[in-house]
């Protein structure tokens, strides 16, 4: 088969479908085959391994996913883009479902799938205004997903994978690193999308940890603790804290000084452990 992720088939596919590109769904087509076999490249993919993809596209990435995995299961929201995956791939190794991600139980789809397999890596392209929401929902839902290989925006990716005090770093990058061990894999350049977005890309490679670096005796606490630290970013830790939690300021400094900060430390300067441990503190101390 032709390679379908380069300029002038993913031109012919478009235009051979009637294929309107819908800007709603975030559609931006990669057209380089070397940029494509580069981001597959990333995981260990193996005959035994499902890869579940969001968003297909028209099947650039699918179709080198088949040629490596076990299984992929796809995601794809646009029904008009059914027809034309259906008719690249007669694979029995595809299985297609058309619906938004954000609507599904991704393991209950895996299980579904009557298989066993080495590992479960997820990869995708995804639209831009929905990627933390949907990296959120897999770190939250997902048992059986390990790793994430995913395309975003640059600045995005920044947030995802900056470390404290630079000004990148707030509570996703806290999340996202609490949950994962991430990286950014490469950078991807518009140039090579169909239509060219505004915005550079880059590829995270996001291990999920199998165990907490440090544990969070109460993790609702923790989440909470981190979103509020970063409510007014401006503002220091003790303001937003006590703030939030309407707590008596000095008893917030108490413990950050008890944990080595100075009273005035802001949200950015605390590594993700650190947030962990003022967390614990807070559970025994406070709440
Ligand atoms: N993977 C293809 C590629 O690299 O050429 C297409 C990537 S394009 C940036 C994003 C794809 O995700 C589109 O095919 C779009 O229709 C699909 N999509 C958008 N929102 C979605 C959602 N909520 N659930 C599933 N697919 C979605």
Redesign the pocket.
Known sequence: MNKI?TVVNTKKTIEENKFHI?KK??????TDQFILNKITDIPQITNETLVVE?????G??TEILLNKAKKVLA????KD?IPILNNNFKNQNLILIND???KRNIDEDIEAIDNSFDKIVLIA???YY?TTAIVMKILEESNLISELVIMMQYEVAMRFTSKPSTKDYNSLSIVIQFKTKSKIAMKVPKSVFIPIPNVDSAVVHMKIKEKYDLEPDNLELFYKIVKKSFTQRRKTLVNNIAAAFNLPKSQIIDILVELGHSETVRGEKLSVSEFVELSNIFNREIF
């Open positions: 992720g819908k769904y975030g559609q931006n087509f990669l969001i968003g297909p596209g028209i650039s990435m995601y794809e929201i646009d883009l938004d991600i954000l392209n995804l639209p929905i």
